[in-house]
């Protein structure tokens, strides 16, 4: 089943989120530099090699259907600032998983995060008519938890040991939801956000 017909683009106000291509690894690339993004993931693409291999893994798991990733453009300047990306995509079961989200940690507290989820979990709720949408992070990730709190997402529990980490460490993540029958009120909840966050939009 082919749930997500590409290529998807996701307009804002203030950013626009684009299907990822390899013209855009060059700008990803250099932003991604920034070790302060990917202190808790599970892999540190600050690295170049590191970089292409999760970005070209990206676009296999694009063709595979499993994934559908983003980059992020900053409708005004143009510039790319960031990428995310739909996980976990199963259409047999109506759900999938946003994440991967990460932003120049000059975009941070910004509203642009808001946008994005809007964008998102509109296109997953209006237009798949998905029943789940799920959210992760490392649990000690506290920037990220409140970050998913705010939007409106209920709080399901800790998965121990859910991954490893490239220093061979384990990994607590933390599983938020919304599902279909909450997304009226969190989207009028999340609208009111970002209108506070980026007033006139």
Known sequence: MNWIEHPVRLTGSVVELLPLDKSHFTPLEQLAKDARIWEFYSVDPSRSCTFLEVFDAALKEREKRTQYPFVIRHNDSGKIIGSTRFTEIQPQHRRLEIGWTWLAPEYWASGINLECKLLLLRYCFEQLKAYRVQLRTDV???????????????????????????NGSKRDSVYYSIIDTEWEAVQVHLAGLLRQKIPGI
């Open 140 to 166: 000690l990730n506290q920037r990220s938890r409140k970050a998913i709190e705010k939007i409106g997402a209920q709080y399901e529990g800790i998965f121990r040991n859910d991954m490893v980490r490239e």
